[in-house]
C-alpha cells in the first residue's frame, strides 16, 4: 500500500480536535456529533488495517519512514501481530468514552472532547512508533491531556492527584529518556528495527534495562510505585478513568516486551526474580488492599495493579503460553476495566456517591443495570467464558512451567479476585433498599445500554472465540520468542 494508513490513524484525531477548536462552545450537538464522527472513522480505519494484515508474517508491515532530523531521527512507524491489537483496542474504546459524555460532563465540553481526541493521537502513536525517540514523545505526550482531563474535569481533589499522576511517571520517564540518548550513543542509532538486528552490548543492558523500567514500572503501574492510581482514578471522570484503565496502562505493558525483553534479552533474563517477586507482591498485596475498599473505583483500582501483576508476570516467563497470556490479558482488562469504570460512572452520575455502603438492592430499581455489571464482574474474576479467564489462565500455564512456586502463589490472586469482585457485586446489587435515594433513580438510558452491551458482549464473544486475538499474534510472539533465546544463547556460548 501507497497510501499512509498507519500516520491516517495517528493524526486523524489530532484533525479533529483541531476542527473542533473552530466550533463556537454554545454548539454542544455539532461538538458531540464531530468527535464522535472522528472517533468511529478512526476506529473503522483500525478495522479495516486489521482485515488487510498479513497474519501469516511476523514482520512489521505498513511501515513509513521519513527522516525527520537528518542523522538521527527518523519518524518511522508500522505494526505487527503484537501492537495491532492494542491500537484496535484504542480505537474502541475512545468513541464510547466520547459517547460516555452526555451524562458525567457538564462545562467546558468542547476542550474534554478536544484532550481525548488528543489522548487518543499520542496513544495510537505509541503502539505504532518504531523509533525510540518516537516512541518517547508520544509515551510523555499522553501526559499532558491526561493531566489535564484529571485537573479540570476531576473530583475535589483533581489538582493534588493530577499533579501526583504527573510527577511519578515523570521522575521515570527522565531516566528513559537518558537511556534513549545513550543506546544513540552506543549503537548509533534509534531505530527498533536497526537495533534488534545489531543488539545491543550486553554490558550496557542492565543499567538500560533499569532505566527503561523505572518508566514501565509506574505507568503498569508495579508494586510499590501504584500508590499514584487509585488516587487518579477516584478524581478523573468516568471517560478519564476507562482511558487510563483501559489503553494508558496497557502502553507500560507494550514496552515491557518492545523494548525492555525485545533490545535487552540478557538483562531480561537476569531481572526474571526480581519481576516475578513485586509481581505477586502487586497480585496478593493489592488484592487483600481492594478487599478493604469503600470506594467502588478505588476496588477497581487497586484490581487493576493486580491484574496488570498477572501481565508482568506472563510475560517474563518467555513462553509461549505466558507471553500471550499476558498480551491477551492486557486486551481483556481493558474491555473489562472499561466497563467496570463506565458502571460506576452510570451509578455515579445519578446519586453522586462511591461509596459501596451508599447502595444496595439495585437489583430493584435497576435490572438491566445489575445483569450486566454481573457480565462484568465475572470477566473480571476470570470465569470461563469470558475474556478474563483465556488470559489468566495461559499466563499461570506458562508460569507453572517456570516456576511452580511461582504458579501456585499467583494463583492465590484468582481467589481473592473473586472475592473483592464479588462481594463488590453482593454489597451493591443484592440485599435490601435501604437508602430511599436509590428508589428516584431510573435504569440505564439508551446511550448507557448500548455501551454496556457492547462491552459485555465483547467479553462474552471473545471469552469463547479468542481466535481472531491468538491468530493476529501468535506468529508475531513465537518470533519474539526465537528471536530472544537466540540472542541469548549467543551471549551463554561466547562466554
Known amino acids: 500500500m501507497n497510501f499512509p494508513i498507519i500516520s491516517s490513524l495517528i493524526l486523524l484525531p489530532s484533525i479533529g480536535a483541531l476542527f473542533l477548536f473552530f466550533i463556537n462552545s454554545k454548539n454542544i450537538t455539532g461538538i458531540k456529533y464531530v468527535s464522535l ?14 482485515l488487510i494484515f498479513d497474519q501469516s508474517s511476523y514482520e512489521f508491515q505498513f511501515v513509513e519512514s521519513r527522516v525527520w532530523i537528518k542523522d538521527f531521527i527518523n519518524y518511522k512507524v508500522g505494526v505487527d501481530g503484537i501492537s495491532i491489537l492494542f491500537i484496535i483496542l484504542t480505537t474502541f474504546i475512545t ?47 499522553g501526559l499532558i491531556p491526561m493531566f489535564l482531563i484529571i485537573g479540570i474535569w476531576g473530583g475535589e481533589r483533581r489538582v493534588y492527584s493530577a499533579f501526583k499522576f504527573f510527577l511519578f511517571t515523570l521522575l521515570g520517564s527522565v531516566l528513559m529518556l537518558i537511556a534513549v540518548i545513550s543506546i544513540y550513543w552506543i549503537a548509533g542509532t534509534t531505530d527498533v528495527e536497526e537495533l534488534y538486528k545489531l543488539g545491543i552490548d550486553p554490558k550496557y543492558q542492565k543499567l538500560l534495562w533499569l532505566a527503561f523500567f523505572s518508566s514501565f514500572a509506574v505507568k503498569t503501574p508495579m508494586w510499590p510505585v501504584h500508590t499514584w492510581l487509585p488516587d487518579a482514578h477516584v478524581e478523573a471522570p468516568t471517560a478519564g478513568s476507562v482511558l487510563l484503565a483501559a489503553v494508558l496502562l496497557k502502553m507500560a505493558g507494550y514496552g515491557f516486551i518492545r523494548f525492555s525483553i525485545g533490545l535487552f534479552p540478557i538483562a531480561s533474563e537476569y531481572f526474571v526474580p526480581f519481576i516475578f517477586i513485586i509481581s505477586l507482591i502487586a497480585i496478593i498485596y493489592t488484592s487483600l488492599v481492594a478487599l478493604m475498599q469503600d470506594d467502588m473505583k478505588k476496588l477497581i483500582a487497586y484490581s487493576s495493579v493486580a491484574h496488570m501483576g498477572f501481565v508482568t508476570l506472563g510475560l517474563f516467563t518467555f513462553t509461549q503460553q505466558g507471553v500471550e497470556g499476558g498480551i491477551f490479558q492486557m486486551i481483556s482488562h481493558g474491555i473489562v476495566s472499561a466497563a467496570l469504570f463506565f458502571s460506576v460512572g452510570v451509578v455515579y452520575d445519578r446519586t453522586h456517591s462511591r461509596r ?13 443495570y445489575s445483569i450486566l455489571l454481573m457480565v462484568f464482574t465475572l470477566g473480571s474474576l476470570g470465569l470461563p467464558g469470558t475474556t478474563g479467564f483465556i488470559g489468566e489462565f495461559l499466563i499461570l500455564m506458562g508460569t507453572f512451567k517456570k516456576s511452580f512456586l511461582v504458579a501456585a502463589i499467583a494463583s492465590l490472586g484468582v481467589i481473592l479476585g473473586a472475592a473483592y469482585m464479588l462481594w ?18 431510573i435504569d440505564l438510558n439508551k446511550n448507557e445500554l448500548f455501551i454496556l452491551t457492547l462491552l459485555a458482549l465483547s ?6 472465540y479468542p481466535d481472531p486475538f491468538s491468530n493476529t499474534y501468535s506468529l508475531s510472539v513465537e518470533n519474539f520468542l526465537n528471536e530472544y533465546n537466540d540472542k541469548l544463547n549467543n551471549y551463554n556460548l561466547n562466554q
Open 37 to 50: 464522527f472522528v472517533s468511529i472513522i478512526n476506529f473503522l480505519i483500525s478495522i479495516y488495517l486489521w
Open 95 to 141: 468513541p464510547l468514552c466520547i459517547l460516555s459524555v452526555n451524562s458525567s460532563i457538564k462545562s467546558r465540553l468542547k476542550e474534554f472532547l478536544i484532550a481525548i481526541l488528543l489522548m487518543e493521537t499520542l496513544m495510537i502513536g505509541v503502539f505504532c512508533s518504531l523509533d525510540l525517540v518516537i516512541f518517547y514523545l508520544f509515551f510523555e505526550g
Open 356 to 368: 459501596i455502603n451508599d447502595y444496595g438492592g439495585l437489583v430493584n430499581v435497576m435490572p438491566k
Open 424 to 441: 463488590l457485586y453482593k454489597r451493591v446489587v443484592f440485599g435490601e433498599l435501604t437508602n430511599q435515594k436509590l428508589l428516584k433513580i
Open 459 to 464: 467479553i462474552i464473544f471473545f471469552g469463547f
